[in-house]
């Protein structure tokens, strides 16, 4: 039996069942096209036996698309009533037993996953895009690709090179892991509820070998994160608290970084953070 897919009316008729009244806390918009799901999974390229991580399977539109392919699903969905029906939902529409497993929690607590995925698909959530890509990239080693759906401006963020406007914290952050790639817009009117902005498809692909430890990682985020707080201001002004205590310690810091002290984090990429982490 093959799996079929969600239709509008049958989304809205589940969600009228479980007395679900889509919430912009939980970022519940829902996808309503088909092929908006199939776009997804094939810009994925999502194949027959890989193990797909899934954030926020909701009432299962992407799910199913996912499953279609043959592929096996780890779905994390926060609000129970989805996550208890997105089994049911799933047997209806022709998934073979073990090809789903349902994780009923938030996404940002999870710490192990079933089935070890090696990809991860997702129509995120609004409010809690990035930290939560961050959080599944980090925990979660073995994830080597991906594709998500997120609002644009966040999109643009992500996949922003160095100098160009939207650069900024989650770009440096999310060019630790991997390299990132607008992959396509989709309207704000594939959804239900239609939300107010319209959203792009970003893929990712981790680097093979990774940037560095832990460690690095936590001292190189903090110094990201010093520099874009005060964006406007020169380096060794911006991270002079967390390198030394005054612009002149900050100064030999990046010096030895072999980083212009006067130049502003929006110029650097992810390895001169890294090297002015490991410079203090
Ligand atoms: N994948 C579905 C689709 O495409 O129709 C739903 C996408 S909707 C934008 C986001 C989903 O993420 C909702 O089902 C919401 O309940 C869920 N969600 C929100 N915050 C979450 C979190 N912290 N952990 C897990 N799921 C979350």
């Not at 047997?91 to 192990?112: I, K, N, Y």
């Not at 995925?117 to 925990?139: D, G, I, M, R």
């Amino acid at each position: 039996m093959s799996v079929s897919l969600l239709g509008a009316a049958e989304i809205r008729t589940l969600a009228a069942e479980l007395d679900v009244t889509p919430t912009k806390k939980l970022g519940q918009n829902f996808v309503v096209d088909a092929n908006t799901v199939r776009r997804i999974v094939q810009v994925a390229g999502v194949q027959t036996g890989e193990r797909v991580v899934e954030i926020g399977p909701g009432l299962g539109s992407l799910t199913l698309a996912l499953l279609e392919t043959g592929a096996s699903v780890t779905a994390v969905e926060i609000d129970h009533r989805l996550a208890e029906r997105l089994p049911q939902t799933a047997t209806a529409h022709g998934v073979p037993d073990g090809a789903l497993t349902v994780v009923d929690a938030d996404a940002m607590r999870v710490t192990e996953l079933a089935g070890d995925p090696t990809v991860l698909v997702a129509n995120l959530p609004y409010n809690v895009s990035v930290p939560v890509l961050l959080h599944f990239l980090e925990t979660f080693p073995r994830i080597e690709r991906g594709v998500v759906m997120v609002q644009a401006e966040v999109g643009e963020r992500l996949a922003a090179p160095p100098g160009s406007k939207v650069y900024g914290a989650p770009s440096v952050k999310a060019a630790w892991y991997g390299a990132w790639r607008l992959c396509g817009t989709v309207s704000r009117h594939v959804f239900w509820p239609v939300p107010n902005v319209d959203s792009v498809l970003v893929g990712f692909s981790r680097d093979a070998e990774p940037r560095g430890s832990d460690d690095e990682r936590r001292a190189t985020f903090a110094v990201i994160d010093a520099a874009f707080q005060q964006r406007r201001k020169m380096l060794r002004q911006a991270l002079a608290g967390v390198l030394g205590g005054s612009a002149a310690e900050a100064s030999v810091v990046l010096e030895r970084a072999g980083v212009e002290p006067t130049v502003r984090g929006e110029q650097l990429g992810v390895d001169d953070f890294a090297r002015i982490a490991s410079a203090v």
